[in-house]
């Protein structure tokens, strides 16, 4: 069973960092490696927006909201995607969403991990 496990949410003061992961478990490695992975976020009351996707070849897109302050990669041996959170802000407050995209699986979507932004 292919499974996308976000970790590593949590209560963050602003200005502060975070780093989620996102493991692509029992996704096949070729199959992971040409997808196209994302980070999504839902914030209570709003719809869910894109935050950062990655390609298979490495080109990143960014919202406006978080570019210079949000970095995304992935590490193909592990099979795991990662965004990198600094200069958090009380409006990054939401459910962030691992996603993945590939002809083999379709699209996939993990449990959601909660970031929260708070003094």
């Known amino acids: 069973q292919v499974q996308l496990v976000e970790s590593g949410g949590g209560l963050v003061q602003p200005g502060g960092s975070l780093r989620l992961s996102c493991k692509a478990s029992?996704?096949?490695?070729?199959?992971?490696?040409?997808?196209?992975m994302a980070w999504h976020r839902q914030a209570p009351g709003k719809q869910r927006e894109l935050v950062a996707d990655?390609?298979?070849?490495?080109?990143?897109n960014y919202s406006d909201s978080v570019k210079g302050r949000f970095t995304i990669s992935r590490d193909p041996a592990r099979k795991m995607i990662y965004l990198q959170m600094n200069s958090l802000k009380p409006e990054d407050t939401a459910v962030y969403y691992c996603?993945?995209?590939?002809?083999?699986?379709?699209?996939?979507w993990g449990q959601g991990t909660q970031v929260t932004i708070s003094s």
């Open positions: 996603a993945s995209t590939d002809p083999y699986y379709g699209s996939l």
């Open positions: 029992g996704m096949i490695t070729s199959v992971f490696n040409g997808a196209t």
């Open positions: 990655i390609t298979r070849d490495g080109p990143t």
